[in-house]
């Protein structure tokens, strides 16, 4: 059985009236070589890229000719030539099928080269048709005014009590009026053991095991239990 190739355009299909001798076909690897300190050139793997396939053929003027396979779609090869060229013009993906093979894909017209030839008034051409790959752009919808927000809880301050553990990040000093200053806490885990409000200073701090540290700002303790 013949290998039959077929160009779909535009909804319709056209079978080649002569066979190309041979097809190329290329499938780029886009694997990537770069240099890694005491291993020299590493190859970094990837997704082989869209694979494109190559022939040279001739369009016959002459519908009696030899080479013309029974069933194909016969035009003249000024047809054949405006038919390739108004399907790049337009930009649009057309279907290449080789039976007998694998190849049914959509392709774009990568290149497309012809010569009239001046004893016979064939068109001799040689193409590149190229893998397509379909995309859209995608409308992403928001919704992030649709979707019902939970109040934001009010942030509670809880109580500095005696006795409660506190972090304390702020300078400690020898009264509660902020006198005589002395080391920085930093995230320090700390005990409160004194309270006098109305001071400057009014939490005086001690270690964990009841150590003495000295007096704090209020701004510089957070309860933590």
């Not at 047809?79 to 959509?106: C, F, H, P, S």
Request: charged share 25%; net charge positive.
């Amino acid at each position: 059985m013949a290998i039959k190739f077929y160009l779909e355009i535009n909804g319709k299909r056209y079978m080649l009236p002569v066979n190309p001798g041979a097809i190329s076909v290329e499938v780029p690897s886009r694997n990537e070589s770069n240099e890694v300190v005491k291993l020299g050139e590493i190859t970094q793997f990837a997704t082989k890229g869209l694979r494109a396939v190559s022939f040279n053929c001739f369009f016959p003027v002459n519908r009696d000719s030899q080479f013309i396979l029974n069933g194909s779609s016969f035009l003249p090869p000024e047809d054949y030539v405006t038919l390739l060229e108004k399907a790049m013009d337009d930009q649009k993906a057309i279907r290449l099928i080789i039976t007998g093979t694998k190849i049914n894909m959509l392709v774009s017209i990568e290149s497309f080269k012809w010569d009239i030839v001046d004893s016979t008034g064939d068109v001799e051409y040689s193409i590149t048709l190229k893998e397509f790959q379909e995309y859209a752009a995608k409308y992403v919808k928001t919704v992030a005014q649709q979707v019902s927000r939970q109040p934001e809880r009010p942030t509670v301050s809880q109580e500095i009590t005696i006795g409660c553990t506190v972090i304390v990040n702020g300078r400690l000093h020898r009264d509660s009026f902020g006198s005589g200053p002395g080391l920085t806490e930093v995230n320090a885990t700390r005990k409160v053991n004194f309270i006098k409000k109305g001071r400057s200073h009014p939490y005086h701090v001690t270690l964990t095991n009841g150590g003495w540290r000295g007096w704090v700002t209020a701004g510089s303790v957070r309860r933590i239990k």
